[in-house]
């Protein structure tokens, strides 16, 4: 018999609103409708989580401090958005004790990759493209979703806050990324599902942890 698990990042608290663990502070920073600034709105929560931001909801409305530094660096790419190459030199330009790794490969190389990551506390940005509607995104991956059978886990699913999508409410989610057969990946929220390709991910990581 298998049983169907759920692994959340330590640092959240799903309830009513997603919020860190640590603080109680509210997590989900939302992208506009104009901008193409979904890289930089899932650093600032990666950041949060790794306690190097306090406040990744109102990053503009501080005048000092992480969150003031981080806009400073960030308005420039707001309105045109970050590759994920360009993604991983702004996380290293940000000098903010931590470190960027890239993957790239095939979905299973990825989702095994997040999962690996994820488990050693590094918060995880997925890049995905599709096709109808034509569109390339990055979503932040906060869980894995998969089967465990005996004692094996089988991961199938990155569960994901997607700063386009809404808030989640009463979950720690509003999309997930489903890994079927034969390369098969499909994007999936509350109220649609279409089929993706993976562009790839970058793991934030805490420099002490990773010395």
């Given at each position: 018999m298998s049983a169907l698990i759920q692994k959340l990042h330590p640092a959240l608290?799903?309830?009513?609103?997603?919020?860190?663990?640590?603080?109680?502070?509210?997590?989900?920073?939302?992208?506009?409708?104009?901008?193409?600034?979904?890289?930089?709105?899932?650093?600032?929560?990666?950041?949060?989580?790794?306690?190097?931001?306090?406040?990744?909801?109102?990053?503009?409305?501080?005048?000092?401090?992480?969150?003031?530094?981080?806009?400073?660096?960030?308005?420039?790419?707001?309105?045109?958005?970050?590759?994920?190459?360009?993604?991983?030199?702004?996380?290293?330009?940000?000098?903010?004790?931590?470190?960027?790794?890239?993957?790239?490969?095939?979905?299973?190389?990825?989702?095994?990759?997040?999962?690996?990551?994820?488990v050693s506390g590094a918060p995880v940005i997925v890049g995905w493209r599709s096709r109808h509607p034509l569109q390339r995104r990055t979503s932040l991956a906060i869980g894995v979703e998969g089967l465990r059978r005996q004692r094996t886990f089988l991961p199938n699913a990155l569960l994901l806050v997607d700063p386009a999508g809404v808030e989640p409410g009463l979950a720690a989610c509003n999309a997930r990324l489903e890994f079927g057969n034969a390369r098969r990946t499909s994007y999936v929220t509350a109220t649609a599902m279409h089929r993706v390709a993976i562009d790839g991910a970058v793991s934030i990581r805490l420099l002490k942890a990773w010395s």
């Amino acid at each position: 018999m298998s049983a169907l698990i759920q692994k959340l990042h330590p640092a959240l608290r799903p309830g009513q609103q997603l919020a860190l663990a640590s603080s109680g502070a509210a997590l989900f920073s939302r992208q506009g409708d104009w901008d193409s600034g979904s890289s930089l709105h899932c650093v600032a929560m990666a950041l949060a989580m790794l306690g190097k931001l306090s406040d990744p909801v109102d990053i503009r409305g501080h005048s000092g401090g992480p969150e003031a530094s981080f806009w400073d660096r960030a308005w420039p790419h707001y309105l045109h958005g970050l590759t994920l190459s360009e993604l991983a030199s702004f996380i290293w330009e940000l000098n903010a004790g931590v470190r960027p790794v890239r993957a790239h490969g095939t979905p299973a190389n990825v989702l095994r990759f997040c999962e690996q990551e994820m488990v050693s506390g590094a918060p995880v940005i997925v890049g995905w493209r599709s096709r109808h509607p034509l569109q390339r995104r990055t979503s932040l991956a906060i869980g894995v979703e998969g089967l465990r059978r005996q004692r094996t886990f089988l991961p199938n699913a990155l569960l994901l806050v997607d700063p386009a999508g809404v808030e989640p409410g009463l979950a720690a989610c509003n999309a997930r990324l489903e890994f079927g057969n034969a390369r098969r990946t499909s994007y999936v929220t509350a109220t649609a599902m279409h089929r993706v390709a993976i562009d790839g991910a970058v793991s934030i990581r805490l420099l002490k942890a990773w010395s």
